[in-house]
């Protein structure tokens, strides 16, 4: 079902991520969900283990147009008065649009900004 699907993981699904989630498509992350999950960590220990884990999972770019399509987001969000988005969301989202990946995610931001960005958000059943 998944071949070929691009799935940029939000923090919040990479967290509650099981096995059945690797079959949804290739899970990739950014620069965002690094440093998030990276951010998480209580002991260079952990720091060291996360960053292990992570090397798995294949980078999608961030770059100056991400940043301009997020800006454009918030702009066009804030035209109707629903700009409270958090940044990594907003950045996350943008990066799934450069990249023509569906974002997987638990988080209630997602459905918002499809509605400025062209991707498509996949909430994570937990």
Do not use: W
């Not at 950045?91 to 509605?115: G, K, P, W």
Request: with cysteine; glycine share 6%.
């Amino acid at each position: 079902m998944g071949l070929g699907r691009l799935l940029l993981a939000d923090k919040s699904a990479l967290e509650r991520a099981t096995a059945e989630t690797l079959e949804l498509g290739e899970i990739c992350l950014c620069a965002v969900v690094r440093l998030e999950m990276l951010y998480s960590a209580r002991s260079a220990g952990e720091y060291q283990q996360i960053e292990e884990n992570l090397a798995a999972f294949r980078d999608l770019r961030m770059d100056a147009e991400t940043i301009a399509t997020a800006l454009g987001a918030q702009s066009e969000l804030g035209r109707q008065g629903r700009q409270r988005i958090p940044i990594p969301d907003l950045l996350i989202a943008a990066c799934a649009q450069q990249h023509q990946a569906e974002v997987l995610h638990v988080d209630r931001h997602y459905d918002t900004l499809a509605t400025v960005l062209a991707f498509k958000p996949v909430r994570l059943v937990v």
